[in-house]
């Protein structure tokens, strides 16, 4: 009997552990870190494998903390297969190593993505019940550590920063903050119980989405302004269509707030790969 509970415990442990993986915040950032370090032109699998090993981790301790705090702590959630111990002893095996790619990468490419890279666990450790309780970190702590991700992946394989590269990482940033604001709309009923002072509770859900579209539009007209300086090639403003024409269709079209929060999911990985052939044109078909 005491062999079957044991068992029936590993089991649910692990069952736990993989829970707080979120495929649709983990995914996006090591693909972010990929990304970076393709724009860097040849790329070293090593380097760029560590670096996106640590950007999942960092994730990975966010999930786990935010799962920590909304079960433990704002008794938000109606179950968590893990017990605080457990949590906690996942929260440092999966800190320690992402602090072991941090030293790696030091190592082999420098100071830059190091401390380009080292940040991200801080923000997944304040996630919660910090960061997600103000307005501002609410809206821009999961999309800085994208454009981190970005920056740090092409400082991977490059050693330094590029000008094109911030330019880049900086029309991220707005962007996925209009996302943000989008999918905090999705959980208004639940923030305004808990609370949470998410950018809708502050503004009221009416306001909120014309301030996710202000952030797409800033994210496009810093992205005009990038191009018209030279920074970055004009045909990089082209790639502005795709989330300015998913906010057009969202405010035409009068969409529900999941469709148009799924519409430009799709609209930002459109953007990026459209972004990314006109940095690189030569790997065209």
Not at 25 to 47: E, K, Q, R, Y
Not at 162 to 176: D, G
Not at 190 to 200: A, G, L, S, W, Y
């Amino acid at each position: 009997m005491h062999e079957r509970s044991r068992r029936s415990r590993l089991r649910r442990t692990t069952r736990g552990l993989a829970a707080h993986v979120q495929l649709v915040f983990f995914l996006p950032g090591v693909a972010m870190s990929f990304f970076g370090a393709l724009l860097a032109g040849d790329v070293t699998v090593s380097t760029a494998a560590v670096h996106g090993l640590a950007i999942g981790l960092a994730i990975y301790v966010a999930h786990l903390k935010d799962g920590y705090v909304d079960y433990y702590v704002r008794e938000e959630d109606l179950d968590n297969p893990l017990s605080p111990t457990e949590i906690r002893a996942a929260i440092g095996v999966s800190s320690a190593t992402f602090v072991s790619c941090v030293a790696f990468l030091w190592a082999t490419t420098g100071t830059v993505p190091a401390a380009l890279t080292a940040p991200l666990v801080v923000l997944g450790l304040l996630h919660a019940p910090h960061l997600d309780a103000a307005p501002a970190t609410g809206v821009l702590d999961y999309p800085l550590g994208i454009s981190l991700a970005i920056a740090g992946g092409y400082a991977t394989q490059t050693g330094a920063l590029s000008a094109q590269v911030i330019a880049i990482a900086a029309v991220f940033l707005p962007l996925l903050a209009g996302i943000n604001v989008l999918l905090d709309l999705l959980d208004y009923d639940h923030d305004r119980r808990v609370p949470k002072r998410t950018i809708p509770v502050v503004v009221g859900p009416d306001a909120a989405r014309p301030v996710a579209w202000a952030f797409v539009v800033a994210a496009v007209a810093l992205l005009i302004f990038s191009s018209a300086l030279g920074i970055l090639p004009p045909q990089a403003a082209l790639a502005g269509v795709f989330p300015l024409g998913a906010a057009v269709a969202c405010v035409m079209g009068g969409l529900a707030t999941d469709r148009a929060v799924s519409l430009f999911i799709g609209s930002t990985y459109l953007f990026a790969a459209a972004l990314f052939f006109a940095l690189r044109p030569g790997l065209l078909p």
